[in-house]
């Protein structure tokens, strides 16, 4: 079967169309709100260049994603599925890149199981269902880094790879700024280092002409976005970000065994086997993918501004690194050295007990971040959620590579089947800012709505819903709310729960409590200045 190409790259599709594209369209949480408000905004108007939202430039970001989202919205319609839609895409474009990149580095089977890792890591899935920047920036910037290897490789078509190594680092600049031209040229640069040395100053014409496609594509973008946009993206945006921000220096390291759960627990064992072969001549193929992957991770460690988002950068060179690492079991015909075979077993042991204690306490677990019920499991997921476990502990018992891989990919492809399939269409139905904000419609009509929760947004995916026809005024001092309450006319507002009850204490305004909500953790009060006659 591995050797019929259309059957694999049919397969793979189906599988990635399942994975992504089942229940694209719930209701949009959070930021995605925002996001899709710029980009219905510029359906709206026409206006494709200047951001806006809620009535402000919203300087924040480049307008390119916002382009992607606007002309899906043309395509699909004014939808969820059409705002995330982008997004998923691009998720199915990483499974491809990840196999591409296997055959090419080494085999088919190794490609295969690449593939198969980018669509059953929980975090892939999860972002990929978001309409975010990550996965399309994550995509770019690893084609990017790819192509930069096969015109490194040399060829009849050198420069062709070498011009879509930089176009594709200029695209991920136009999506998020210099994050997506200096990971993977920093990257890049250093495989160039270790492997050319002295030869290195041969490839400064052909760099040079890469970086004038990329300048070519990139400068006008932005001198066209204007000095205020740039200003504040470049300098209060990415700058700040590297210098300042609470995060550890070690967060990632701490977070990437739970961003790339279930295939993060064996990084162990692949660094394992980094480290017994440092001492045996490392292919070309194998240095690369130490460099793509190590240099990504370090790179992306050094500015101080973290989340665990930007983790999706690591996805392709992590999959394919533990590809990597079970093509390697897979194929040794002699026994695995003692202390690989202890950690793998102990690793697969683990999975399978975090299996079985997820089964247990998962759903109570979940509810400390979700507002959903614990009963939400489905009897037959569970129940082979719970099989396939048993499995895995018993593969450990024996310590059979092909059955400890088997009966991994197994649990990854069911938590798979139940992120998409049952905890996106729970979340939907128990915990949706859509059905929130059908209520405050109703009792607000069309009179004016003013927000007052102070040092953050009280819910852009509610505002999304909302649909106001003018922009609702987020109020930031107590005299502000009574400037803007002290009218003849009725005035509603959502205030924070803890924000209203201060109010209360401190100058007891005139108003009325209306309704009580609670969302993602959050809970606010609709109130009004006087009763509806």
Known sequence: ???KEWLVLTLLALWGLFVYYSHLGTPLRGDEGMYAAIARRMVRTGDWLQLVYEGRPYLNKPPLHFWLMALSLVLWGPSEFAVRFPSATFGIGMVFLAYFSGKLLFDRRLGIIAAIITTTTLSAVWHAHQARFDVELAFWMNLAFFAF???????????????????????????????????????????????????????VPLLLAGMAVFLLVTVPYYLELGDEFNRNFFVGQNLARIVYAPNSPFFYFVMIFAVFFPWSLFLPCAGLMLFRSRSRHCDEADLLLRVWSIGFFVLLSLPAGKAERFLVYLIPPFALLIARYWDYLLRSVDPVPAAEARLLRVVTFLLGLIGVAGLIAGPRLIQLRFLIPPDFWSIPLALF???????VLYAACRCRPQAMFSSVVAIAVVMTIGLVQYFYPTLARYESAKAIARQVRAAVGDSPLVIFHPGRSLGEDILYYLDRPSPVPELQTPDEVHAAFAVDRQVFGLFATHQYEELERQANPPLMRLAVHSYRQRDFVLVTNRARL
């Not at 999506?175 to 290195?200: C, D, M, Q």
Request: one cysteine or more; hydrophobic letters at 55%; a positive charge.
């Open 149 to 203: 290897y096969l015109a490194y490789r040399g060829s009849r078509r050198r420069f062709g790879y070498l011009c879509v190594a930089f176009l594709s680092m200029a695209v991920a600049t136009m999506l998020k700024g210099p994050v997506g031209f200096l990971l993977p040229a920093g990257a890049g640069f250093v495989f160039l280092v270790l492997t050319r040395r002295l030869k290195i100053l041969a490839e």
């Open 1 to 3: 079967m591995l050797e």
């Open 385 to 391: 959620l719970g099989i396939v476990c048993i499995g």
